[in-house]
């Protein structure tokens, strides 16, 4: 009983270890302020040389326009999946589903709006 | 200030460090030289340097012995660029005053360093995977790959004035690195640093053979290699 005992506890700490969540704040500092800037804004350091601008996360008009499905399937499989630049990479690999819906809800906070 | 400048040259000096005792001690500073990779991004944002604790399956032995001794920066924006960003008037930009530069040692330290480094092979399994065929890619097709097609430019500099600033330079990497370790990265990051800033793109075989062609060809054009 002892040994099943520390078997699951040992499992348990090895699971939370291995699937840690990570914040939507932490996600969108390390995967997505390259392009679309540190504040949000689609100004990024890399953008100098894109041929397509990415984004601008506060701007309402236009995230409006995006439901959190179109949001969640572009950062999971990227730009082409939803028909708008290969530059916006995949993060399928990189991030959880759930890693994803929180950031759709923090797009939704930096934007402060929903689709219209 | 002063004191803990001196201490560091001090500690890179010495040629008569004993054989590994570089790597444990200065090298360590900064490197993870002993793995695994960082589990948290927490852990990947304090990363003063890349991992080498897998060194040996990445990179060529004769570019790490060049490089020590003359290093040059191959990300532009320091290890992780977060560190290094500040907002500017026209968007943001790269705060140079936060990056440090790497230290050169002399050509008997970098060529005992290296041969160090080159021990270090934890993940020879996923690179037995890899088998890189003879081949070569045009360069306009290389080209379009990049820019086009995979969009690589984004965070990376493809050329020496063009390209992204987040990720190391692309130019470059053939001559850093080892073909099958191109290869295995590209094929998944997550496989060498489960935080890696690098996306898996799902590429299939074929054009994960002809990228490492590619980034060859880049690398052969005498562009800054160092």
Known sequence: ?116 | MMRMVMVVLLAFSGTALAEGGMLQGSCAACHNITGPAAQTLKDAFAKKGPDLFYAGNKYRQEWLVSWLQKPARIRPAGMFYGGHVKTGSKGDEIDPSTLISHVALSKADATSVAAELMKLKPHNDLIAKEKIEPGSVPRQMGEMAFNKFLGCMACHLIEPEYGGFSGPELYTAAKRLQPEYMASFIRSPQAWDRKSMMPNKQLSDGNIQKMVHYLETLSKEGTNGN
């Open chain 1, 1 to 116: 009983m002892v040994t099943k005992l520390f078997w699951l506890a040992l499992f348990a700490v090895f699971s939370v270890s291995v699937h840690a969540k990570e914040t939507a704040e932490d996600n969108y500092k390390a995967y997505c302020t390259q392009c679309h800037g540190i504040e949000g804004n689609g100004k990024g350091i890399n953008v100098r040389d894109m041929s397509v601008v990415p984004r601008d996360h506060t701007d309402a008009k236009s995230m409006s326009g995006r439901s959190d499905e179109t949001l969640f399937k572009a950062i999971k499989e990227g730009g082409a999946s939803i028909s708008k630049s290969v530059l916006m990479p995949p993060w399928g690999s990189t991030l959880s589903d759930e890693e994803i819906e929180d950031l759709v809800q923090y797009l939704r906070m930096m934007c402060k709006c929903k689709m219209s």
